[in-house]
Nanobody
Framework: QVQLVESGGGLVQPGGSLRLSCAAS????????MRWYRQTPGKERELVAQ????????GYADSMKGRVTIARDNAKNTVYLQMNSLKPEDTAVYFC?????????WGQGTQVTVSS
């Protein structure tokens, strides 16, 4: 079965950096676009970044453009989200996502808290 396991979240001061990881299993990772979303209480889940199956195409939300980089290692079945210059408003639970066989799969999420 499809499994996505995020890690790397935590508490960071404003202006700091974090790298999130998502380890995937249960499907042919290298064949699918991967996405990172985030969600704060009371708000809808927001797309942060996406990367094509081969890694050659990426896209970013305007709210994080220039401060975030998505990457993948198809040999390790892992997708990453490097976040820099973090702001308090980036505080959220970050989720890894794949759409596989017309179904959406999500990890359990990793909490990112930006606070001094």
């Amino acid at each position: 079965q499809v499994q996505l396991v995020e890690s790397g979240g935590g508490l960071v001061q404003p202006g700091g950096s974090l790298r999130l990881s998502c380890a995937a299993s249960g499907f042919t990772f290298s064949s699918f676009t991967m996405r990172w979303y985030r969600q704060t209480p009371g708000k809808e889940r927001e797309l942060v970044a996406q990367i094509s199956s081969g890694g050659g195409s990426t896209g970013y939300a305007d709210s994080m453009k220039g401060r975030v980089t998505i990457a993948r290692d198809n040999a390790k079945n892992t997708v990453y989200l490097q976040m820099n210059s973090l702001k308090p408003e980036d505080t959220a639970v970050y989720f890894c996502h794949v759409r596989y066989v017309r179904m959406d799969y999500w990890g359990q999420g990793t909490q990112v808290t930006v606070s001094s």
